[in-house]
């Protein structure tokens, strides 16, 4: 299976299909070599992590998402649309929903979930969440900032500067990377499959209750959203199929750019 000469499979019990959990120290990106090994095997649950991606990104392909090599967890989730039965601008909550559960439980760090799919520690960014759907295959991207303690200093004026779990609790920086993978895992299953998401996810919701500014256009760029209108607004929640309620609009990932919380 050419797909994973040079990955390690790690002794992991993975509560999606027991599917084997894969590690490289480098490759381009692990939501690449997921969806490669989803479509030849067939097997939902698969996982693809690394130490490092010299082709990582954010949301947009606009923005790159650099690391380390070796300083934190990066890994991709591969599964079948059938084990995900909920709207699909969910996803991406429910996987901060179960990070946040999982810092919480591990290293006693309460995060809160950026709409649609970051997460802060008071106000700066410890992971990054990227969904993306092909064919039968649900994607999930996650960049979860491990060991790194030092940042580029470019990122220090952006909205929402780089944290590490390492960087807020120093006594965490002997964490073992399988544990952490076997007990993420674990914590995902457990949101996918949670009835009461949206009463936990409001309760960690970054900006409720506080105003926000945003152009309502194409948050990818296009023509809609140079040109969109500003809007402004309080947050009032999440809907119940993951959509940002700001007054009585609701919107959805896409529909917003420009975001400043006030």
């Not at 299909?17 to 969806?35: E, F, G, L, Q, S």
């Not at 989730?77 to 919480?104: C, M, V, W």
């Not at 999930?140 to 944290?163: D, R």
């Not at 409001?202 to 809007?231: C, I, M, P, S």
Request: aromatic fraction near 8%; charged fraction near 20%; include cysteine.
């Amino acid at each position: 299976m050419y797909i994973v000469i040079g990955m390690k499979k790690l002794d992991i019990i993975n509560p999606f299909h027991n599917a084997p959990v894969w590690y490289t120290d480098t490759i381009d990106t692990t939501m690449r070599a997921a969806k490669e090994l989803f479509t030849t095997e067939g097997q939902s649950g698969v996982v693809v992590s690394a130490g490092y991606q010299t082709a990582g990104r954010g949301r947009t392909n606009r923005r790159r998402w650099d690391s380390n090599p070796g300083d934190n967890l990066l890994l991709t989730l591969a599964l079948g649309r059938k084990d995900f039965s909920g709207p699909l601008q969910l996803l991406p909550l429910l996987t901060g929903l179960g990070i946040a559960d999982l810092l919480e439980s591990l290293f006693s760090i309460r995060p809160e979930i950026k709409w649609p799919n970051d997460l802060l520690i008071n106000g700066r960014k410890i992971c990054g969440i990227l969904c993306e759907a092909a064919g039968d295959c649900l994607l999930i991207g996650i960049g979860l900032n491990l060991w790194q303690q030092n940042f580029p200093p470019a990122l220090a004026s952006v909205s929402f500067p780089p944290t590490s779990v390492a960087a807020e609790l120093p006594v965490a920086a002997e964490m073992d990377r399988e544990e952490v993978i076997q007990k993420l895992l674990k914590a995902l299953h457990h949101s996918y499959a949670s009835d009461n998401w949206q009463e936990l996810l409001q309760r960690k919701l970054y900006g409720l209750h506080k105003e926000v500014v945003f152009t309502a256009g194409e948050a990818d760029g296009g023509e809609t959203g140079a040109a969109g209108n500003r809007v402004s607004g309080v947050i009032q929640g999440i809907s119940d199929d993951g959509g940002l309620v700001v007054n009585s609009t609701t919107w959805y990932a896409g529909e917003i750019s420009s975001v400043k919380f006030q």
